[in-house]
């Protein structure tokens, strides 16, 4: 069956960094569009960047373009969200996601989903 695994997630303090990892298990990974997604306890589930099939295309959110880079690595079925000069607005639980289709960005649709890793930015 279809795994995500978050890690990667942590403390750190405005201005640093941080990089989230996802393994992936059960589906062709190379050909899925994969999401980072994040959540408050006081608000719905937001997502925050896509990486199109092969890679070929990235999407952001307004907040982070500039900041956090998606990525992934074929050859460990692992998908990256580095997380550049992080602001306290970052804190949230960031979930991994299979989506549907990144063309449908930014009302993109998650078809499976990792357990989540914890950040937190202090200022």
């Known amino acids: 069956q279809v795994q995500l695994v978050e890690s990667g997630g942590g403390s750190v303090q405005a201005g640093g960094a941080l990089r989230l990892s996802c393994v992936a298990s059960?589906?062709?990974?190379?050909?899925?569009?994969m999401a980072w997604f994040r959540q408050t306890p006081d608000n719905e589930r937001e997502r925050v960047a896509a990486l199109s099939v092969s890679s070929t295309r990235a999407y952001y959110i307004d907040s982070v373009k500039g900041r956090f880079t998606v990525s992934r690595d074929i050859t460990n079925n692992t998908f990256y969200l580095q997380m550049d000069n992080v602001k306290p607005d970052d804190t949230a639980m960031y979930f991994c996601?299979?989506?549907?289709?990144?063309?449908?960005?930014?009302?993109?649709?998650?078809?499976?989903w990792g357990q989540g890793t914890q950040v937190t930015v202090s200022s």
């Open positions: 059960g589906f062709t990974f190379m050909w899925s569009c």
């Open positions: 996601a299979r989506v549907d289709l990144c063309s449908d960005w930014p009302t993109i649709r998650a078809l499976n």
